[in-house]
């Protein structure tokens, strides 16, 4: 009967190391992409639900013939009065039309504030959008052109992440990515 020998293999330090190199290089390039896909993701949801709200509040006035409102909130029952959209909004049904939580006025949908450091305001500035039985917008008086545009801005800033809500007169709204139109 005679032993068999079996020749062990293993990995060399020489080996081992180019693998640890090729994933260090393979880490350090997927990095970036990775968080630009995240901020991106992130953006389109905040956006959606924005945007989402917005439709809702149309449809809301439309169907219950009266003005609704969406304003910026951070206590998700009143009015902030500011630009800071960020903060958190409420979709509300608006009987007297001032952008402004009152007596008699019922909070439909809450939304709270965002998590991380994004931004999200309007040029012109506005705190509330309303619209009116018929669906239209009522689009404060500084907004002379035809539409409003809110901008969403992530943190770390990532112009290619950017995008924006246009709201027009009629009621519309369109979401636009960074460095288009208005958008910047």
């Known amino acids: 009967m005679t032993l068999s020998h079996r020749r062990q293999t293993a990995f060399s330090l020489v080996e081992l190391m180019v693998v640890v190199a090729l994933v260090a290089i393979l880490v350090a390039v997927a990095t970036p992409s990775l968080v630009g896909l995240i901020q991106s993701n992130r953006v389109t949801a905040e956006v959606n639900s924005f945007v989402g709200d917005l439709q809702y509040a149309r449809s809301?006035?439309?169907?219950?013939?009266?003005?609704?409102?969406?304003?910026?909130?951070?206590?998700?029952?009143?009015?902030l009065?500011?630009?800071?959209?960020?903060?958190?909004?409420?979709?509300?049904v608006d009987l007297d039309g001032s952008g402004t939580v009152n007596?008699?006025?019922?909070?439909?949908?809450?939304?709270?504030?965002?998590?991380?450091?994004?931004?999200?305001?309007?040029?012109?500035?506005?705190?509330?959008?309303?619209?009116?039985?018929?669906?239209?917008?009522?689009l404060p008086v500084a907004a002379t052109g035809a539409s409003i545009v809110l901008a969403l801005h992530t943190a770390?800033?990532?112009?290619?992440?950017t995008r924006c809500v246009s709201i027009n007169r009629v009621g519309h709204q369109t979401v636009v990515p960074g460095g288009t139109g208005a958008c910047a």
Do not use: H, M
């Not at 009065?81 to 509300?92: E, K, L, P, R, Y």
């Not at 939304?111 to 309007?122: I, N, Q, Y």
């Open 156 to 161: 770390p800033v990532n112009a290619s992440a």
């Open 103 to 138: 007596a008699g006025d019922t909070v439909l949908r809450k939304r709270p504030a965002w998590v991380g450091g994004d931004t999200f305001a309007a040029a012109p500035s506005i705190s509330a959008v309303t619209y009116s039985r018929d669906g239209f917008a009522n």
């Open 60 to 79: 809301e006035a439309i169907k219950q013939g009266v003005p609704v409102s969406v304003c910026a909130s951070s206590d998700g029952l009143t009015c």
């Open 81 to 92: 009065g500011t630009n800071t959209w960020q903060s958190g909004w409420i979709v509300f």
